[in-house]
């Protein structure tokens, strides 16, 4: 079987003729990924727009019940997660295993604490009767508003559910990579995986920055 | 004992389900799922059978409405998500890109693998979706029948395209990143083949556009299963917003579907005229702006459907821009032939067929893109005429004539050449008596999806259904005589139709890694002074 | 097996606008298609291979041609948007004497009101030669209202009204389809538009009146729903009065400016907190669930009927046979 003088590892699979062609080729792919999401996520943001422009003063009544303080919290516990990716990416380009393996755990509690504040948010949404079907009741608001009252809250929750659901993804990722860690398979020379995981997660961060102010922030400075 | 079992090659490399089922050699997982579409082009080819049978009475006297509107239904979605979305790119495209820039395999394999296990995945789904009582939505899933009062499989089928629709994520993904980064030294963007151009245009169609079909589908779900109400009008939702989103999708889709259609003919039409194609740079850049311009164009599926007046005019006018791309290729190829060298080949007939079908399906997209022509025929049989003509006379022809011209490339041997000319003027023949009283038919006022009808449409409809056996037929006939091949064709060469290419300077079948050594490419694309006479030097 | 036809029939003064158009859309397809097939015809044969080794001369390509067949088909296609924008645009702008009927589709049905409270299932029998608008919604999921002797088809929507219109030129009885799939019965959707003469219009019109008017009948619906209560016609309500305001400019609370159309009024009685007028309170309850989509074109009706006296807003066309309280033993109203 023709092998072109290299038998195949980790950083130089047999397809490609460098390493560095490997890396690279990685790296766009993971791009390529993201733009597919940045479009998939699009598609709700688009639906969002929409209804924001035709029902905006519900929304802005219904943003406000959400809980912004618990939400702010969530984005600053995603900001600090991703700067431990980017200190595991780092460790990554050190050679550092045991310090890739450190970070990541890292990145690992704060997307944890991440879904558990969002769970507790939910069950709040729950609590409330804000949960869009046969019990939804929305009290500041009148009978013929219910409707798009779901709307948002429907919108709220389809959101935050597959970006939630990005995040467990994410934290399955950040699990292997750990594993993979703890192996020593990382080094100075092969870090990829660490690499393009690191943008997924930044990715996934940057999702939310957008989804706090456009579900938890309407209006909000005109309200007393 | 043949020749060709001595030598190895990708196909006797390895032996053993295993060794197919887990490979990650981008030849065989073309096969792969040349054996899937295949298999969903039978199952959605059943239903459309079904369905002309019953269109030969007016009267709904074979089946049911309520089985007739799933059939409808699941022929479409058979036939798009799993047979005419994957087919060229996931068949000759995995087969030949790699090898076509001189690379070893794709850039990555792996996924490669699982783009075609996705497609299995989202098979198995709707075809249990099928076999379970079947959905009867139409392919086009509108709410609020989809989300409120259809009985019928909706979640399992959506589903289903959901996966499916990973699958095309994940091989475009893939093509980008190959085109992008491993062409072999001297094989610049403008020295590969255009059909190399073709698949990467498309795969930024499915990069671009399926993630907005999938949140579609996701918002289906939700509605659907969890009562969420985003389209529901009762909560002040919008129907029709369900509309933009899928056709944001749908309308590319079929560019999805065309565009490598295309990039076949230009090899076709090249090789069977010896001759480079005519204005190579505008044929590869029309396939560029042909990729955006259809993300422009889908409010041409709303017109009537309570969308604004301004937004008509809009997508009317810019459905008009796409049609000029698709017009240069047109003229391109036809110029091609000029002082050409033509040979009246298999693969030849069937790029004639499609030049001509071609035409006559992209003009009567400029029908549907007047506005006040479409009033009257959207919905009725004449979109369902035009985009048969396009999809079935445009790329199942191309489909049917890249896999006669690559067979020998890929098996190793040649088809029978009478019998597939004979297929060829079949197919033609039965497709045009299928689909153009269609035409007819819909100017006269017939809606689709019609399980009955006024008796006056009756003669039209039963010329479709005399054409339909016709058409039959001629798809059959490949079948046979490929599967006789196998065995009994004669053996072919490295290069038998004189064709430029890197496939065409490797093996027949070619080995695991594509070429014993990467090349290197000092010549223009389409340059059949090496092909005859001298010896390329590889590597 | 029946005649066969290859053509329909022209029964509507947009008919032969449609048809031209097409005819013009043939005449550059045949054209163009011709125009290729013999092209290739042509040169597969002038240039059959006729020998093995045969390599031909490549020519140069200039970017002449490729401009030329770029700019000249996008020229055509130029006049096709054009033209087919004009045709739309005399289809989407009714006339303003144009009879008023609505429609309302539902699985699998069509239920048609005239304004002299005549309802019709699956029929709709108008006079030749008067401009027809059609105000039409759905009470379920998405139909789609074509006739196709008329060239005309417009998608009907749950939740929102779409309107239709057209000029009959022709007396005789048209197919009516239902062109958006709907479910079960989709095929059987379908019905009859009878165009007749004038007079035999009105004799159909005072045959079947039965019922009262559709204004008749919102004007008893408002009174039971008490809207009068609220909605007095001397101002001193907490309502606004509703004497002249069907599509009159009306001034919101929120400062923009909105017409009191058929949609406006229709959002009112269903979300009324979704538009408030300038000085009044939002004090208006919803009758979401509490009234159906007929008797809300009913109360439509009425406050049309006493709206401005503007063509569309007059009295009902026909000499008035519906305000008369229907005498015994009077043919029942059609079904």
Redesign the interface.
Known sequence: MADHGHTETLDLRVQFDTAEQQKDCSTLGMWIFLITEIMFFGGMFACYSVYRQWYPEIFAICSTSLNAPLGAANTCILLFSSFTMVMAVRAGQLGRSRAIAGWLIATLIFGTAFLGVKAVEWNEKFVEHHIPGATFHFAE?????Q?PAQIFFSLYFAMTGLHALHMVVGAGMLIWLLMEARKMTYSAKYYTPVDVGGLYWHFVDVIWIFLFPLLYLIDRHMKG | MQHTEEREHYLNASHGLKSWLLTKDHKRIGLLYLFTITLFFFIGGAFATLIRIELLTPQ?DLVS??TY?KLFTMHAVAMIFFFMIPSIPAVLGNFFLPIMIGARDLAFPRINLLSWYLLVAGGAFALFAMIAGGV???WTF?T??ST???NGWVIATALGIFVAGFSSILTGLNFIVTVHRMRAPGMTWFRMPLFVWANYATSLIQILGTPVLAVTIVLLFVERVFHLGIFD??R?????LFQHLFWFYSHPAVYIMILPAMGVISELISTF????V?????VAFSSVAIAVLGFLVWGHHLF???QS?FA??VF??LS??V??PS??K???W??T????????DTPMLYA?GF??LF??GG??G??L????????V???YFVVAHFHYVMVGGTIMAFLGGMHFWWPKITGRMYPEGWAKLSALVVFLGFNLTFFPQF?LG???M??????????????N?LSTAGASVLAVGYLMPMVYFIWSLKYGAVAGANPWGATGLEWRTASPPPVHNFEETPIVTHEAYD??TV?GEEIQVG | ????????EQASTLAP??DH??YF?VA??VF??LL??F??FF??IK????SA???????H?GYT??IL??VI??GI??V??T??????????RPPKDAIQIYAVGK?WMWKLEHMEGLREINELHIPVGRAVRLTMTSE???H?F?V??F?????V????Y?TVWFQPTKTGKY?L????????????MIGWVYVMEPQDYENWLSGGAGEGSLAQNGQKLFESLACNNCHKSDHSGRCPSLEGVYNSNVKLASGATVKADEAYIRESI?????KIVAGYE?VM??F?GLVTEDQVLQLIEYVRSIGPKTPAGAAPTSPAPAEKQASPGSVPAKR
């Open positions: 608001l009148s009978a013929g508003q409707g | 709904g409405n309520d509107n009867d939505t139409g509108y609020p029948y409120t009062y259809s009008p009762a002040g939702g919008d129907p029709v005229s010896r001759k480079p005519f204005g190579y740079g505008f009537v459907s309570t007046a008509g005019l009317s006018f008009y821009f049609a000029i017009a240069i047109v003229f391109n036809t110029a032939l000029y002082k050409g060298s033509i040979s009246y004639f030049i001509g035409t006559v003009l009567t400029l029908f893109a007047a506005l006040g022509l479409d009033i009257h959207t919905d009725t007819i100017y006269l006022g809606p689709r999806r019609y399980h009955a009808y006024p008796e006056e449409f009756q003669v039209l039963v059949y002074s005859h | 097996m029946g005649k066969l036809h290859l053509f329909p606008e449609v158009l097409l859309l550059v397809t163009f298609s290729i097939f092209a290739i040169f597969a240039y059959r291979r006729r080794g045969e390599l031909p001369h490549v020519q390509t041609l490729e067949w770029s088909p996008f296609t130029m096709m948007f033209w087919g924008a004009a045709v739309f645009f005399n289809a989407a699985q379920d999921v998405i789609s074509f196709p002797a060239r005309t088809k417009q998608d929507v749950p939740g929102k779409s197919h389809f239902c062109a958006e799939y709907c479910g079960s019965r989709h095929s059987g269903l979300n009324p907190e979704a939002p309850p919803t979401q």
